[in-house]
């Protein structure tokens, strides 16, 4: 599995997944808010909304991914969650603005984890997509602590967390544009990288019917 460039594009975007909301919204939210004069009751109140707004987003994603080409549905989730970051770090935390991106950044909260499984279970095969998406799942763990730490250190050394928000966005682009490099799901990949026995048996079978 290490040797697939597959894993590894999995594994680095699921990183900025959790980078970009457990470790960074989801931690940091009640501070951000509170550096702007928001009383932490409202910014609950706005980490609510998100959540809300999340459980639109994530069933909306589940139909999309059975329906589209789940590398394209990526890219869309990364970047436009990427440029949320950026706008809310340029808003000024008004309230029309941050209730705007509570709204859209909450749509986009968990909205790449259908596709994500979508696609490991297409390029690994399903009898190796459990295995495969537990370490791509860990790179999201990884990717949250590693937001959770440097987002507070930033705060600390800069005394702002408009850095962080811009960092965590800027990866998300580049998520987005590494999604693509994806091939179009249909021969499944082998945990070395190889094209797995499993998906060639099923089709020469096929064509002996």
């Not at 290490?2 to 960074?24: D, E, I, P």
């Not at 309230?95 to 909260?109: K, L, N, P, R, T």
């Not at 799942?137 to 949250?144: K, L, P, S």
């Not at 960092?167 to 945990?191: D, E, H, T």
Request: some cysteine; hydrophobic content about 55%.
């Amino acid at each position: 599995m290490s040797r697939s460039a597959t894993f590894w594009v999995l594994f680095g975007t699921f990183f900025v997944c959790g980078l970009s909301t457990n470790g960074l919204i989801q931690t940091h939210w009640v501070s951000i808010c509170g550096d702007f004069g928001i009383l932490p009751v409202a910014a609950a109140g706005l980490l609510a909304l998100i959540g809300v707004f999340d459980l639109v987003g994530t069933i909306s994603s589940g139909w999309l991914s059975d329906r589209y080409d789940n590398r394209w549905l990526l890219f869309w989730f990364y970047a436009l969650r990427g440029l949320s970051l950026v706008f809310l770090s340029l808003s000024g935390f008004g309230i029309y603005a941050i209730s705007i991106f509570a709204v859209f950044y909450g749509v986009d909260w968990v909205a790449t984890v259908p596709p994500t499984v979508k696609l490991t279970a297409e390029l690994f095969g399903r009898d190796k997509a459990n295995l495969a998406f537990g370490w791509i799942f860990a790179g999201h763990q990884i990717g949250a602590a590693t937001a959770a730490y440097g987002a507070g250190a930033i705060r600390d050394d800069l005394l702002t967390y408009m850095p962080a928000l811009q960092v965590a966005g800027m990866m998300c682009v580049i998520a987005a544009l590494a999604v693509l490099s994806l091939r179009k799901p249909g021969v499944a990949v082998g945990l070395g990288g190889k094209p797995s026995p499993a998906p060639k048996l099923r089709q020469i079978l096929g064509k002996m019917r």
